[in-house]
């Protein structure tokens, strides 16, 4: 058995989201027509590699996302609560800058400490427990491939993380665009290298639909 272990971060697909909400970890928010086939244009993509894992995030758009991966590969899809979105006090919201929510100053209170940051979970949290999901899907494929579906913060965060960066950031500069990769590769249970790929092209970070 090979040494060498992958685990692909994806972030999933376009979500419909007509309201542009931050809807975070709410329920009811699935991927949108182009999202769906950014899942496909992904599982095709992998379709040659040794998948033997799939594990992701409990939220809809995050299993819809893995679900032509896993059945390309004839392997049932996991269920880790680490992998989830996020916790943002802004859930439920508008928040474009200048517009809904920020413009309200009964909300100011919430954008005391971007370097925590103050209005949801805080970065290192988020690295600790994404760092966890990664690990045991590491140990499950052990020399071979996993596949971990999540969302742009947290694959974000976990690499900065990873690569000794501070954990705050400016979110229009992630490199993480929807249905993008972030491959961990993994030799024993060192990490070794970061890869980042787009193979549904790339996307504005900005964007409401994340």
């Known amino acids: 058995m090979s040494d060498?272990?992958?685990?692909?971060?994806?972030?999933?697909?376009e979500v419909h989201n007509p309201g542009g909400v931050l809807y975070g970890r709410m329920s009811g928010f699935a991927l949108s027509e182009r999202g769906r086939q950014q899942a496909l244009t992904v599982a095709e993509a992998l379709a040659g590699h040794g998948l033997v894992?799939?594990?992701?995030?409990?939220?809809?758009?995050?299993?819809?996302?893995?679900?032509?991966?896993a059945a390309a590969h004839r392997l049932d899809i996991a269920k880790d609560d680490r992998l989830i979105e996020a916790g943002n006090q802004f859930e439920g919201l508008r928040v474009a800058v200048g517009d809904g929510a920020l413009r309200q100053p009964r909300h100011w209170p919430k954008l005391r400490n971007p370097f925590e940051p103050s209005w949801g979970e805080p970065y290192v949290d988020i690295a600790h427990r994404m760092l966890g999901a990664v690990h045991r899907a590491r140990a499950a494929a052990e020399g071979h491939e996993a596949l971990c579906v999540s969302h742009q913060l947290p694959i974000w965060t976990l690499r900065r993380f990873l690569e000794g960066r501070r954990l705050w950031h400016d979110p229009?500069?992630?490199q993480c665009s929807l249905a993008s990769l972030t491959t961990l590769v993994f030799e024993g249970e060192e990490l070794v290298d970061i890869v980042y790929s787009e193979p549904a092209g790339a996307t504005d970070p900005t964007v409401t639909g994340a």
């Open 53 to 69: 894992h799939v594990v992701a995030s409990p939220l809809e758009r995050a299993q819809e996302t893995a679900g032509p991966i």
């Open 4 to 13: 060498t272990t992958l685990v692909h971060l994806l972030r999933h697909g």
């Open 172 to 174: 229009r500069r992630r």
